[in-house]
């Protein structure tokens, strides 16, 4: 799930399911892309090990994958040390490619554009499209492929989930184990809560905030009670506490969570979101938000100085203020509190918001397939990825915790973009362990009633592309209060109904009926 702020997004989560329910969970469809004759292995697996052919049957291969990452000096070593395990379980060796985040879109439409040899590619519904990518075939339906050579990965993932990433009954995608269910809510500095007398759990809404940011506001002139920016995607991580599931952030259609007809409705009409938008103006008009919140870029400078007493909307999971506290000027978690706004709900957008494709591309697939498989059942292996090599860039505190050495020319720490995070070290004594928190939290979350559902906007691109502009003319001064929403809203809609605005919803409630039916 994207959560830029959050750095990362065992027993098995559903053991007791048959290997021929896992199959049948994830579609018979025939694969477009048959494996190369080198690495033919025995179909129908019973495990992992029947999954893979020994070595000696498989040539030499070199598997290529792509993430959205930081750039880290001992990447290579790191990278070494994995070729290792993966050399000796598949005969295979790895060439990692940390693609910039701000250039990560650029750089894939490039090679899916030239053909370039790629095989695993991290795909979302916020960078590198996945709908856009099936829809001009960048990647290969792995229907049949994920079954023959993942058993693994379906053992961790929850069968229901695998239909949000099918498109027209095929799957392009791997699911990325992680608490695939989105809990809204924000983290506050524990320090200024025990300071002005108030708790974490008494924090329903956004309106039982204010008095505490009121406090904060007075009592702590150099700091800003909360952080939010222009360019936040609100709905992305706060759109269920207001029942509302919506499906990008310059698509105003959305429909209502407990609206078993799943209308199609203007977001920026309900009165649950104009109302969100009174709140941000009243917190605007008290400095509770900053006043220059529309037009700054980055924040992370003055979170990472400890500037922000609460963070901005997002998500909250077993691991958000163990990975969250040195945004508030420490790297103690015991002084984050989470505060959370409604049940975990777990939607289309919500799970492929963070997954792998293989490309097109690949040379081998069956082996890119082998490779991800053992990201979710090889912990040494997720745990190389995630924190590099023990004694060099983490140490050991007790079992499963670990802690990072100063300097260390490495520590990605973002399970939540690879494999099975329920593998990961903890980074935090405070941090509960994945198991069974992580499942549990995924056992706890509301399914959208459009679970499996993605709007193909192919029909109203034209309409969408000026919709999108007008959004982006209001919304940044809207989220953030400075825009009195009583007076602006109706310029809004009224913008957004010339450009297109109703042509959008029609297509999007023909599209939800018509998968409604065939279902």
Request: net charge neutral; proline share 6%.
């Amino acid at each position: 799930m994207k959560n830029r702020t959050l750095k990362s997004l065992s027993p098995v989560l559903v053991s007791g399911l048959t290997l021929s329910l896992l199959l049948t969970a994830c579609g018979s469809n025939t694969n477009s892309s048959s494996p190369s004759p080198a690495s033919s292995a025995p179909a129908s697996p019973a495990s992992s090990a029947a999954a893979s052919p020994a070595t000696a049957e498989l040539k030499p291969y070199e598997i290529t994958w792509y993430l959205p990452q930081a750039v880290f000096p001992d990447a290579k070593l790191v990278q070494d040390a994995m070729s290792k395990i993966t050399k000796e379980k598949i005969n295979a060796t790895l060439n990692i490619q940390l693609v910039d985040w701000g250039t990560y879109d650029q750089k894939m439409q490039a090679i899916a554009a030239s053909g370039e040899k790629a095989d695993l590619i991290f795909t979302s519904n916020w960078t590198n499209d996945y709908l856009q990518n099936v829809n001009k075939g960048a990647f290969l339906d792995i229907t049949d492929l994920l079954p023959k050579y993942g058993p693994d990965i379906l053992k961790q993932v929850p069968p229901s989930a695998w239909d949000a990433a099918k498109v027209k009954g095929k799957l392009y995608g791997i699911i990325n184990t992680q608490v695939l269910a989105r809990t809204p809510g924000v983290l506050i500095n524990k320090t200024y809560l025990d300071k002005y007398g108030f708790k974490a759990d008494q924090f329903k809404t956004l309106a039982d905030l204010t008095p505490f940011f009121e406090k904060v506001k007075q009592g702590e002139p150099d700091k800003y009670p909360f952080s939010l920016k222009g360019d936040t995607d609100v709905m992305g991580n706060y759109g269920s506490a207001i029942g509302l599931e919506y499906f990008s952030q310059k698509n105003p259609g959305v429909v209502r969570i407990d609206d078993a007809s799943s209308k199609v409705v203007n977001l920026y009409e309900t009165p649950e979101f104009t109302a969100f938008l009174k709140q941000m103006r009243d917190w605007y008009s008290k400095g509770i938000i900053r006043k220059d919140a529309a037009t700054i870029k980055d924040t992370n400078s003055d979170e990472l100085a400890g500037k922000y007493v609460s963070s901005t909307f997002t998500v909250i999971n077993p691991d958000s203020a163990a990975n969250q506290a040195q945004r508030f000027g420490g790297g103690d978690s015991a002084n984050v509190a989470a505060v959370e706004f409604s049940k975990p709900y777990m939607s289309t957008g919500s799970i492929i918001a963070t997954m792998t494709a293989i490309s097109r591309t690949s040379k081998d697939p069956a082996r890119a397939m082998m490779f991800y498989n053992l990201m979710y059942s090889d912990p040494e292996l997720f745990n190389l990825m995630s924190f590099g090599i023990e004694g060099k860039h983490y140490t050991k505190v007790s079992d499963g915790l670990i802690k990072k050495v100063d300097n260390a020319g490495y520590w990605m720490d973002s399970g939540w973009e690879y494999g099975n995070m329920f593998n990961s070290f903890r980074t935090s004594p405070t941090q509960p362990k994945w198991y069974p928190a992580g499942p549990d939290k995924n056992a706890a979350a509301i399914p959208s009633k459009i679970l499996g559902f993605s709007f193909d906007p192919s029909n109203v691109k034209s309409e969408l592309a000026q919709t999108a502009s007008v959004v982006d003319e209001f919304y940044a001064g809207l989220i953030t209060g400075i825009a009195d929403p009583d007076t602006t809203l109706p310029q809004m809609n009224a913008k957004l109904k010339k450009a297109g605005l109703d042509a959008i919803i029609a297509e999007m409630q023909k599209q939800i009926d018509a998968w409604k039916a065939s279902k």
